[in-house]
Structures are given as C-alpha cells and as structure tokens.
Nanobody, 123 residues
Framework: QVQLVESGGGLVQAGGSLRLSCAAS????????TGWFRQAPGKEREFVAA????????IYQDSVKDRFTISRDNAKNTVFLQMNNLKPEDTAVYYC????????????????WGQGTQVTVSS
C-alpha cells in the first residue's frame, strides 16, 4: 500500500506558474510509476502526465506538453508537476495516482490515488 498526498494548488492568474507535489508514504515510492490527472467541473477526469519509476520516461497530454513538466525525487518519495503559462482551461482538481505497473494513460491503470488539490486559473 502507498498513501498519496497532493499539495501546491491555489489561485493564479493566467500566464502564471504553480508547482504541485505528490508525497508518498508507505512502501517506497520508487516502486511505483506515477501519474497526474485532473477533473474540471462537469467534466470527466483526464490524464495530464506520467513518469516512470526511475524518472527516465515521461509522457504528457498534448495540451500541456510544452507547459508542464513532471519529475520525481525518489529520495524524498515525491513527484512534482511544474505548471507554467497556466490557462483558465487548466482549472481543475488535480490528482496524483500510483501504479505498480508501468506508465499508464488511463485511470484504470492506477491502483492508488490522492485526494486532489484545487488549481484555479483566473483570466
């Protein structure tokens, strides 16, 4: 089992930046590939980015590819999502998720989820 806690969300103006953190406790986080998902009001949860156990492989949703960066510090059991040039359409609750398998694009590929952190981008 692993427990995930997200932090770093908040209110920011369009064009601004935020860095989300996903802190893992329990079993060593380096055993898990980790993804970020988001859910906007009235919409389904969608994939944002994911990173392999070692951090050597990353994948992004096309709409964030040039603005967001996912990274991890296994010594600190933490995965980060650096979000730059934020847009109002990035407003959502952001969730991190972990899987003992490989990097996955779909929610069904993840076993463990955090509670989410709200990101609001004003225009």
């Amino acid at each position: 089992q692993v427990q995930l806690v997200e932090s770093g969300g908040g209110l920011v103006q369009a064009g601004g930046s935020l860095r989300l953190s996903c802190a893992a406790s329990g079993r060593t986080s380096s055993r898990y590939a980790t993804g970020w998902f988001r859910q906007a009001p009235g919409k389904e949860r969608e994939f944002v980015a994911a990173i392999s156990r070692s951090g050597g492989s990353t994948i992004y949703q096309d709409s964030v590819k040039d603005r967001f960066t996912i990274s991890r510090d296994n010594a600190k059991n933490t995965v980060f999502l650096q979000m730059n040039n934020l847009k109002p359409e990035d407003t959502a609750v952001y969730y991190c998720a972990a899987t003992g398998g490989g990097v996955a694009l779909h929610q069904e590929g993840y076993n463990f989820w955090g509670q989410g952190t709200q990101v609001t981008v004003s225009s």
